[in-house]
């Protein structure tokens, strides 16, 4: 099946700083997703990339669809104390075989200091 | 507020007990979806329904059942439950089966 990977598995960093994250995959995807999950609450989505070398912004937030479609990066620029969190990217197929499914990245944590 | 309701938030299992968690949506949705989360393994799908009276198995699907009476329903069975099967388990919907999914905010289960 395919792999997914994130990377890193963890971040500290200082409020102020920016903060990059990606994923990567063995095989294409058609949609490149990338969601926030709160303690004790679930996944929210953030960014929606639909195209290759699709760049989004959403506020402080900005993901890039890679030119291959094997790949993701999502930054956060100027980091404050509640961008702490778990941010988890997903890929979506069309293919017939993958019904839309969603592959989840293992999740990125996300600390924050004052 | 529309959204997903997920019931109940969290549970404590014996082994071998049977358990359903309940998951309600009310923006009528087509699909809906089973995931659970595993630390360092970001989240598995176990079953899914594209739409009211179909279903299927996802990544994980052994263990669990799962039914689709009508749109807004799809709980999920655990007929004998195992020490594995401790998670923290997420529904989540999606108008159509390629659209975004929603998720609720997970029901914790601990199975001793």
């Known amino acids: 099946g395919q792999q997914l990977n994130q990377s890193p598995q963890s971040m500290f960093i200082q409020e102020g700083e920016d903060v990059s994250m990606n994923c990567t995959s063995s095989?294409?995807?058609?949609?490149w997703l990338w969601y926030k999950q709160d303690p004790g609450e679930g996944p929210v989505l953030l960014i929606a990339?639909?195209?290759?070398?699709e760049l989004t912004s959403n506020g402080r937030l900005t993901a890039q669809f890679g030119i291959t479609r094997k790949d993701s990066f999502l930054n956060i620029s100027a980091s404050i104390p509640s961008d702490v969190g778990i941010y988890f990217c997903?890929?979506?197929?069309?293919?017939?075989?993958?019904?839309?499914?969603?592959?989840f990245g293992a999740g990125t944590q996300v600390v924050v200091t004052p | 507020i529309a959204g997903i309701t997920q019931a109940p938030t969290s549970q404590i299992l014996a082994a071998g007990r049977r358990m359903t968690l309940r998951c309600t949506q009310d923006?009528?949705?087509?699909?809906m979806y089973w995931y659970r989360q595993d630390l360092g393994l970001g989240l598995r799908l176990i079953h899914y329904?594209?739409?009211?009276?179909?279903?299927g198995k996802g990544e994980v699907p052994d263990g669990y059942s799962v039914s689709r009476a009508n749109t807004d329903d799809f709980p999920l069975t655990l007929a004998s439950a195992v020490p594995s099967q401790t998670s923290v388990y997420f529904c989540?919907?999606?108008?159509?089966?390629?659209?975004?999914?929603?998720f609720g905010a997970g029901t914790r289960l601990s199975v001793l």
């Open positions: 329904s594209n739409t009211a009276g179909t279903t």
């Open positions: 997903a890929g979506q197929s069309f293919a017939p075989d993958s019904w839309g499914k969603l592959q």
């Open positions: 923006m009528r949705h087509n699909a």
């Open positions: 989540a919907s999606s108008k159509g089966r390629l659209d975004i999914q929603y």
């Open positions: 990339l639909y195209k290759a070398g």
């Open positions: 095989s294409i995807f058609n949609t």
